[in-house]
């Protein structure tokens, strides 16, 4: 997760973006990503809602959220990454 300071400007929902396609262009029929709810993270935890994961284990603070690669990646068109030169759209 990123800094508060960046939180609303959607940073995590582009790396999370990137993410997803990279591992379904690899062939996996899934993604999991670990959470750990503290008291100043608790609202980052939004983007696994925003990007459609649903939430497949929770004890206590900590969660497991999963995102079935089979689905349509929201946010596709939006987001762009740029590396060395090379731009990468979905």
Known sequence: MFSCRIHFKRI?????TFLLHRFRDRGAAHFDARFRATDRNANAASVFDDLGFREVVRQGSDARYQFDLTQPILDEGIVTITYEGVSWEP
């Open 12 to 16: 995590e929902h582009a790396a999370l």
